[in-house]
């Protein structure tokens, strides 16, 4: 059903660059330079597979990525979490999927307030934010979760389309 939604908004893939100074202390990064949004659509996707705790979404550009704040709207974070290996948490919801996303698309439309997380692979709607109320430059998040003594060694790996 969202098969086709998904190859139209696959149009709008971007190519990042992370910023070294707001990324999260365990992601190891490649390149310098910052890249933030504040109008239009745009398209990313993410490598999950074998993560057990991941964290991605949309961030305000101007909030402190770094400290332990709640990932919440209120707070300028629209994010999708995986936790204890198949629990997915958006906004106040827990739910648990039929399958484990391989890869995650991660959706903006700045102008109508939309975040959307798509399962890659069976091109299935995962969780939308609708009514954002966007104010500011938006940069994309991206948090790879500690180690957990090895269960959760595996990457983020972040895909330009």
Known sequence: MFEAELKRIQRYAINVTLDPDTAHPSL???EDGKQSFSTGRFYSEVQVKGKTKWTLGVARE???RKENIPLSPEEGYWTICLRNGNE???GPDVYHL???PQK???FVDYEEDLVSFYDVH???LIYSFTDCCFR????????PCPNDGGKNSDHLSYQPH
């Not at 500011?136 to 948090?143: N, P, S, T, V, W």
């Open 28 to 30: 190891i990064l490649s």
């Open 62 to 64: 101007l909030i402190n």
């Open 88 to 90: 997915y948490k958006a």
């Open 98 to 100: 039929k399958s484990r």
């Open 104 to 106: 995650v698309g991660v």
């Open 122 to 124: 069976a091109a299935a």
């Open 136 to 143: 500011e430059k938006l940069c994309l998040y991206f948090g």
